[in-house]
């Protein structure tokens, strides 16, 4: 096992892998910005070490300061938490090359899943569904509306480096597909580096379904079952949960087979190893892939809490070299949980609202977990993600999972920065959300102020 690990991330995901590998008995090193020399992660690590100014381009993306806050601090590993470098085979190399153990998939691996129109090729091969589509990018406008009339509209524009709903345009005619081809395009440049857009039939509301994979180094591969995200605003996901309603009690247990049967193709076909997720789209019967994250996701809790793994514990000694020890059968479900993300930002406009943390009381009760990155007199500064904190709630089965978050989402005090517990609340109450009639549209129509 590594004797010590630098933490390549910021907040809560920090302070999760911080506590679990000194539960292991590793030492940890927190690397940081300027804007987060104060936060909770930062002083509970072993060491720290200054990566330079707030922008992440200039801290959390600065791999040459990275590398050498691990070399001169002795790190033998790396985590790169989810974000910034997490999904980057660059620094993953460049991690193997410094002798430092990178933890996450191989650096062949995230290359494969890069491209995502290269990736739908190959999952394809291995006899994994896909959203019908072009099997490649596209040149120019011209090859995009001659391949949506083949495809049917809507069509989706996607940029094929792209990840988080960046640089994603749906068109339901030929002058909508001009205008957002040129958009994607233009998005996915500044964004990812690379203009590459391909399109896929776009379902107008379909549910958004993942499936958690660990792989050890020894040719091991299992899933960890499903979780749902359908809940969005965006493209970016609001709620999580875990089962998803769709395959609750065991229902639909033949499509939930067929699920889980295409996720390990998928990983298979990429060469996988460590923990990742593809994610899936369910529409009309039908299962869909869309792509495979090289990472840890940021809902992965719902899953620990209702499996009873410790995704980061494994993605360490499987990183060390150990084999995963947990066979396909010992994954069973333990009743229901879901996830809130709590973002800084106006529940009704959805503004950013940074500022200080005046009060922060977060609830405590049985079934309820915390993941948070700031602590009450910290400042929520602009300069990153809006996320401050995960609340996670459990309970036997999805309707006390429920009523248990209602009541922890109403005793979370916040003060001096407006967050989205409103809305969480909303969707809470909603008699569809209650009925787990979910998609991706659901917010446009439900949960209203």
């Avoid at 011209?142 to 083949?150: F, M, P, R, T, Y």
């Avoid at 005619?173 to 690379?194: I, M, S, W, Y």
């Avoid at 990472?295 to 009873?308: A, D, F, N």
């Avoid at 529940?347 to 915390?370: C, D, H, I, N, Y």
Wanted: with cysteine; hydrophobic share 40%; glycine share 8%.
């Amino acid at each position: 096992m590594f004797k010590k690990l630098l933490i390549a991330n910021r907040g809560e995901i920090a302070r999760r892998i911080n506590a679990v590998a000194k539960g292991m008995g590793i030492s940890t090193v927190a690397v940081y910005s300027d804007a987060d020399a104060e936060l909770p992660f930062v002083r509970e690590a072993d060491q720290a070490v200054r990566l330079g100014p707030a922008p992440a381009k200039d801290s959390y993306l600065n791999i040459p300061a990275i590398l050498e806050a691990a070399k001169s601090t002795g790190a033998d590993a790396v985590h790169p938490g989810y974000g910034f470098v997490s999904e980057n085979a660059e620094f993953a190399s460049a991690c193997k090359a410094a002798g430092i153990t990178f933890v996450g998939p191989p650096p062949e691996a995230m290359l494969r899943m890069k491209d995502k129109s290269q990736a739908r090729k190959l999952v394809a091969a291995a006899g994994v569904p896909v959203v019908p589509g072009t099997e490649d990018v596209l040149p120019d406008v011209q090859s995009a509306l001659a391949a949506a009339e083949s495809i049917g509209y809507p069509v989706l524009c996607k940029a094929a480096g792209g990840g988080g709903g960046i640089g994603m345009a749906a068109a339901n005619n030929p002058a909508e597909l001009e205008k957002v081809f040129r958009q994607c395009t233009d998005r996915a440049k500044a964004a990812f580096g690379r203009e590459g857009v391909y399109i896929e039939r776009y379902f107008p509301a379909p549910r958004h379904i993942e499936v958690q994979i660990l792989g050890d180094h020894h040719g091991h591969l299992i899933h960890c079952l499903e979780r749902e995200c359908s809940i969005q605003r965006r493209h970016q996901k609001v709620v999580e949960e875990a089962p998803s309603p769709l395959f609750a009690d065991g229902r639909n247990a033949e499509l939930s087979q067929k699920l889980f049967t295409a996720a390990i193709a998928a990983a298979k076909a990429f060469g996988y190893a460590n923990a990742g997720t593809v994610e899936f789209l369910y529409s009309d019967g039908g299962i869909y892939f869309i792509e495979m994250n090289a990472r840890l996701q940021v809902e992965h809790p719902v899953t620990e809490l209702t499996t009873g793994l410790d995704l980061i514990a494994w993605q360490l000694r499987i990183a060390a070299g150990e084999k995963l020890t947990v066979k396909q059968e010992d994954v069973k479900r333990r009743g229901a949980a879901l996830e809130f993300r709590i973002y800084a930002e106006d529940p009704v406009k959805f503004f950013p609202s940074p500022g200080p943390l005046k009060v922060f009381q977060p609830p405590t009760g049985e079934g309820v977990r915390l993941d948070s990155g700031y602590a009450e007199g910290n400042t929520v500064t602009p300069n990153y993600d809006p996320m401050i904190a995960k609340l996670i709630v459990s309970g036997a089965t999805r309707a006390e999972a429920i009523e248990r978050s209602i009541g922890a989402l109403q005793g979370f005090r916040v003060e001096g920065i407006k967050t989205n517990i409103p809305l969480h609340l909303r969707i809470l109450q909603d008699p569809v959300f209650r009925a787990g009639d979910l998609n991706t549209r659901f917010l446009e129509h439900h949960a209203k102020p």
